[in-house]
């Protein structure tokens, strides 16, 4: 049977509609400008969507083959492909930000000397409008202090400390460790890596740390690095499909299919 819409009710509609736009937006506008991800797959554009971060990085010079609405922050990571990774960028329009070497304390990563970092820097802070410090694997370790002394010795700027933190699912010990950081650099934090680690997991399904641990973890640090002002930025290791290891295999983001885990729609909610 038709029923004809009165006046009234078509007020109520409207006074709905009207609050669902405000709703959404003020929702998008909540949206935190600190969370994103790092994302290896240069075609994980629909992963980086779901997870709804306003910021990404590929440890590449090279965003996402297809456009996104995420901010792209470009890296050098160093090692054997420093020089190839600066060309790529030379030429171009100065990034706003620019993370530099990754891990360059660690022999499985960009694996470089202090003195070679030095050396590199120059050149690396004329493609970034502000520049991160070496993103160590030990923020308070031997290499991060040493560069930071050969830094200041040889007046080489960097803007802003990029660190990763990894460990079991302790809240107060990430924040302790945090906190150490900033109280030592004094300069705004990006953590470009985190997650909950079980290092001596080597084979399937021996990591000691649950995926309900996991989440408990994460309920509780993100807010708590959104209420940092020093903290600038922060992301989520476990975005690539599987993220493979099995040390942080209960932190991914996204499972082997491409899909959120439901920790990955965790950090997705916030």
């Known amino acids: 049977m038709d029923v004809l819409l009165t006046r009234p009710t078509a007020r109520a509609g409207l006074k709905l509609l009207l609050g669902l736009a405000m709703a959404l937006a ?71 930000e620019l993370l530099a070497l990754n891990e360059p304390d660690q022999v499985g990563q960009s694996n470089m000397s202090v003195q070679d970092a030095v050396a590199a820097w120059p050149v690396l802070s004329q493609l970034g409008t502000r520049i991160s410090s070496p993103a160590t694997s030990a923020p308070l370790g031997g290499w991060a202090l040493s ?12 803007d802003f400390v990029a660190i990763h933190i990894y ?21 705004p934090i990006w953590i470009t890596e985190f997650a909950v680690a079980d290092w001596s997991a080597r084979e399937a399904g021996t990591n000691r740390y649950s995926e309900e641990q996991v989440m408990a973890f994460m309920k509780v640090v993100i807010p708590e690095l959104e209420k940092r002002s020093y903290v600038e930025r922060y992301a989520w290791f476990g975005a690539g499909r599987g993220s493979g290891k099995e040390a942080v295999r209960t932190s991914r983001l996204v499972d082997s299919r491409g899909a959120l885990t439901p920790l990955g729609r965790l950090y997705a909610s916030f």
């Not at 890296?75 to 100065?94: E, F, H, T, Y």
């Not at 079991?168 to 950081?181: I, N, S, T, V």
């Open 147 to 158: 560069f930071e002394r050969s830094a200041k010795a040889s007046n080489l700027r960097t």
């Open 167 to 187: 460990g079991p699912p302790d809240p107060q010990k990430f924040l302790q460790r945090l906190d150490a950081a900033y109280k030592h650099y004094r300069k």
């Open 26 to 96: 003020v929702g998008l506008a909540m949206a935190s400008e600190k969370r994103g991800v790092g994302l290896k797959d240069r075609n994980g554009a629909s992963q980086l969507q779901a997870l709804k971060v306003s910021w990404y990085y590929t440890w590449t010079p090279q965003p996402m083959a297809d456009p996104v609405s995420a901010k792209f922050v470009p890296m050098v990571w160093g090692g054997r492909w420093l020089d190839s990774q600066i060309s790529a960028l030379q030429g171009k329009p100065v990034a706003p």
